[in-house]
T-cell receptor, first 114, second 114 residues
Framework: NAGVTQTPKFQVLKTGQSMTLQCAQD?????MYWYRQDPGMGLRLIYY???????DKGEVPNGYNVSRLNKREFSLRLESAAPSQTSVYFC?????????????FGEGSRLTVL | DQQVKQNSPSLSVQEGRISILNCDYT??????FLWYKKYPAEGPTFLIS?????DKNEDGRFTVFLNKSAKHLSLHIVPSQPGDSAVYFC?????????????FGKGTLLTVNP
C-alpha cells in the first residue's frame, strides 16, 4: 500500500542550487498536484497535472517547473533555489473523476534553502 | 485575499466532549467542501466532504454542516478522542467538474486532552 511516495524526505540546499523532488503514485490516478505548506499559510498549489501529458500553473508557480513523466510520476524542479522556497512540499493525486474530490497526499518533503 | 478562512488557529477540548471547527468562505462559486486532517510529519488525509446541494453530511463521529447563505461550514467531532489531536484544514472547490483545484484554509490545531 505505497499510495503516494515522495523523495527525498529532507533536503538542504544553498541559494542558487537546483534540485528535483520526485513523486510517484501507484493508484492509477489521472491527476497529480504539488503543494507547499508554510507556517500560518495552509497549503498552496504550485502546479498540477490533470492528466498525463498536461501541466498547469497553480497559485504560486514562480521559481518552479514540473514534468509529468508518465501517469505514475510527477516531478517538481527548482532551477535556482531561493530562501523563500524553504517549505514543506506535498505531492498529491486524485482519480480525476467526479467522486469525493479526495486527494491522496504523500508524506511531504522538507526543503531548507540557506 | 483569503477565500477560505479558518479564524481559530487552535482549539482545545476535553476527551468525550464535542469539538467544533469552523470555516468561512468568500467565493460564492465554491460548490464542494472538504476537511482534511494532518498529523505532524505526515501528509494530510481526507476526512469528510459536502456538496453545496446538501447542508449536512455525517460519517461516524464526524459531521460537517454547510450554511450557504452565511458562507460558513463547520466540522463537529463527537465524542472527541485524544487521537483526533491534529491540524484540520478546510478546503473548497469551485471547479464543478472532473478536476479539482482546492483552496485551503490555514488550518486549526485541535488538541483533545485526556
Amino acid at each position: 500500500n505505497a499510495g503516494v511516495t515522495q523523495t527525498p524526505k529532507f533536503q538542504v540546499l544553498k541559494t542558487g542550487q537546483s534540485m528535483t523532488l520526485q513523486c510517484a503514485q501507484d493508484m492509477n490516478h489521472n491527476s497529480m498536484y504539488w503543494y507547499r505548506q508554510d507556517p500560518g499559510m495552509g497549503l498552496r498549489l504550485i502546479y498540477y497535472s490533470a492528466s498525463e501529458g498536461t501541466t498547469d500553473k497553480g497559485e504560486v508557480p514562480n521559481g518552479y517547473n514540473v514534468s509529468r513523466l508518465n501517469k505514475r510520476e510527477f516531478s517538481l524542479r527548482l532551477e535556482s533555489a531561493a530562501p523563500s522556497q524553504t517549505s514543506v512540499y506535498f505531492c498529491a493525486s486524485e482519480a480525476g473523476d467526479w467522486d469525493t474530490g479526495e486527494l491522496f497526499f504523500g508524506e511531504g518533503s522538507r526543503l531548507t534553502v540557506l | 485575499d483569503q477565500q477560505v478562512k479558518q479564524n481559530s488557529p487552535s482549539l482545545s477540548v476535553q476527551e468525550g466532549r464535542i469539538s467544533i471547527l469552523n470555516c468561512d468562505y468568500t467565493n460564492s462559486m465554491f460548490d464542494y467542501f472538504l476537511w482534511y486532517k494532518k498529523y505532524p510529519a505526515e501528509g494530510p488525509t481526507f476526512l469528510i466532504s459536502i456538496s453545496s446541494i446538501k447542508d449536512k453530511n455525517e460519517d461516524g463521529r464526524f459531521t460537517v454542516f454547510l450554511n450557504k447563505s452565511a458562507k460558513h461550514l463547520s466540522l463537529h467531532i463527537v465524542p472527541s478522542q485524544p487521537g483526533d489531536s491534529a491540524v484540520y484544514f478546510c478546503a473548497a472547490s469551485d471547479n464543478g467538474g472532473s478536476n479539482y483545484k482546492l483552496t485551503f484554509g490555514k488550518g486549526t490545531l485541535l488538541t483533545v486532552n485526556p
